[in-house]
């Protein structure tokens, strides 16, 4: 799947193909020096072009590690934050994932090239079109964009093996944790009561009921309900 990701990735981007390659391995040797260590999330960073999920007159700025805006006062989470949370969930191999904020959709495509099924869901009508518009050349065919409130989960596909939420909540959806597998893991940012700084929490489920483990601090736009 990540081969494929490459190959129609450079196709649509003809003429900065190959600069965008270079600056996309120097990109993952960041990530590496910042102790992203699992090489399938590495391989499948290296593999999406994330300039094509920017706007143009951004893309010369889509490999450095910052977050970059979207529109509609949305933005494309830093990449380190998308190899983390995508490493987190990775330690078991990648069945059913849901994607809360589906955004750009650059993170669906890091997703979708390394898990058997994902479903991403967008609140904001406009991002969610134009994520569909810039993952057509991707053809991933393993990935579903729902325009929707992910806060509730996604109902008719659930249970998820993987949920990973791309927007800070205030406290747990219990809607989300519901609609996990037994055994399987949600990896989302969390204000620290409510109103404090972010940080990522790993929240792990078995039969008897979940367990959290808080990992580093984020910044991340707020998890928000309702459709738009
Ligand atoms: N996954 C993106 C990050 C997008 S930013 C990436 O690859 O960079 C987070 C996104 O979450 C925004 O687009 C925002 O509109 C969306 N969002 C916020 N609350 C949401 C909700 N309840 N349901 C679905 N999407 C939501």
């Keep these: 799947m990540a081969v494929g990701v490459s190959a129609n990735g450079s196709r649509s981007a003809a003429g900065i193909g190959m600069t965008s390659q270079r600056t996309r391995e120097r990109m993952?040797?960041?990530l590496r020096a910042e102790g992203i260590g699992d090489e399938r999330?590495?391989?499948?960073?290296a593999a999406v072009p994330r300039h094509l999920f920017v706007d143009e007159a951004l893309a010369s700025r889509a490999y450095e590690d910052s977050a970059l805006p979207i529109g509609f006062g949305q933005t494309i989470?830093?990449?380190?934050a998308v190899a983390r949370m995508i490493e987190a969930l990775a330690a078991r191999a990648l069945g059913k994932v849901l994607e809360v904020g589906t955004g750009c959709g650059y993170q669906a495509a890091v997703l979708a090239s390394l898990a058997r099924e994902v479903y991403s869901v967008e609140r904001v009508k406009e991002l969610h079109e134009r994520a569909r518009a810039n993952l057509r050349h991707l053809r991933l065919k393993n990935l579903r964009l729902v325009h929707g409130d992910g806060s509730l989960g996604l109902e008719e596909a659930a249970p998820f093996d993987a949920i990973i939420v791309a927007a800070a909540a205030a406290e747990l959806p219990l809607g989300l944790l519901?609609?996990?597998a037994p055994g399987?893991?949600?990896v989302l940012p969390?204000?620290?009561a409510g109103a404090g700084p972010q940080r990522l929490?790993?929240?792990a489920r078995d039969r008897h009921g979940h367990t959290q483990t808080v990992l580093d601090p984020v910044k991340f736009v707020p998890l928000r309900s309702g459709k738009a």
């Design 28 to 30: 993952v040797e960041r």
């Design 41 to 45: 999330v590495l391989a499948a960073m």
């Design 77 to 80: 989470s830093r990449p380190y």
């Design 178 to 180: 519901r609609q996990l």
């Design 184 to 186: 399987g893991r949600m």
């Design 190 to 192: 969390l204000r620290d």
């Design 201 to 203: 929490v790993l929240v």
